[in-house]
């Protein structure tokens, strides 16, 4: 089993290096159900790989110039003092329920990414985010990152691209930088009151590295909005599979049934004028007043 997860925790890289997250939705899975972690242990070892597998993929884009520093550090920085408080907080509460609440703001996230084009581009001509709201943002995602575990690209990499009106190569690659911060001062945390295996935790993390170096370089290779689109459906297709690990297989089937039939709507309402889901977003939009 330890080659196994060993073998996997290479894709766990790839996800961190291509898409700048998706590596803790991948990697606390992997570790509480192939390597036999309980929920706290695994979600502790998660965050030690994603912090050294992000540090280490955020030097190929560093080096691409896909990373806008003065804004990663800011972000990063507030985002450590929300992951360690989540780190230790995250002793009083049972595993199965940070793992819901992460599956919870995986699928919040998602549709944020799929409906969000062209927010980025209206936030991208204002300017991008004030630094309070960086600072607030930052502290949120921290927290999140400290409770569950998550390194938070899917939280991040919407945060700077949605909000802060990065490109997508760069928000990735901003990601990196922020989620290695938060990462290990979640890890930091978490270590207070959770034991982990080094010898496991380190053989993930060097496997994860290697795949973390070939998704940065796959990253310039990608259109900028299939990126964003393939995130946010790889996103709600694991948050069906948290659910069917921690509530039920049936609401894991029924996640991954409305995640299909989404999918489906969305290329016929590329293809086709008649689309159900366009005229319910029309009728949803709110009017402007007359003049």
């Known amino acids: 089993m330890i080659a196994l997860t060993v073998g996997l925790a290479v894709l ?20 509480a159900y192939v390597a036999g972690m309980d929920a706290k242990q695994a979600i502790a070892t998660s965050l030690l790989v994603v912090g050294v597998t992000s540090a280490v993929g955020a030097i190929s884009h560093a080096r691409a110039g896909r990373v806008q520093w003065r804004t990663g550090l800011t972000f ?9 408080a ?11 329920m940070l793992l819901i ?8 996230t998602a549709v944020a990414m799929l409906r969000g084009g062209k927010n980025a581009a209206a936030t991208a001509r204002a300017g991008g985010l004030p630094l309070p ?3 607030t943002e930052g502290v949120v995602v921290g927290l999140v990152t400290g409770l569950v575990g998550a ?29 290695a911060m938060k990462s290990f001062a979640g890890l930091a945390g978490y270590l207070s009151s959770t034991a982990i295996d080094w010898t496991v935790a380190l053989w993930v993390t060097a496997a994860a590295v290697v795949g973390a170096l070939v998704g940065a370089r796959l990253t310039a ?8 689109k393939v995130f946010g459906w790889f996103v709600l297709a694991m948050s069906s599979v948290i659910l069917a690990q921690e509530i039920h297989l049936s609401a894991g089937i029924a996640a991954a049934a409305l995640t299909a039939v989404a999918a489906v709507m969305t290329v016929a309402c590329t293809r086709y004028a008649h689309c159900p889901l366009r005229r319910l977003t029309n009728a949803l939009a709110p009017r402007s007043a007359p003049a």
């Open 86 to 96: 989540g780190g230790v907080l995250a002793r009083f509460l049972p595993g199965t």
């Open 151 to 179: 390194g938070g690209g899917f939280l991040v990499v919407p945060a700077l691209a949605l909000l802060g009106g990065l490109p997508m190569p760069v928000a990735v690659g901003t990601s990196l930088i922020v989620i």
């Open 12 to 31: 766990v890289g790839v996800a961190l290096g291509l898409l700048g997250g998706g590596g803790s939705i991948l990697t606390v899975p992997l570790l």
């Open 133 to 135: 709201k960086v600072l």
């Open 76 to 84: 990063g920085a507030a985002s450590m003092v929300g992951a360690y």
């Open 101 to 108: 609440g992460f599956a919870v703001m995986m699928i919040a």
């Open 221 to 228: 290779l990608v259109k900028p909005d299939s990126l964003r």
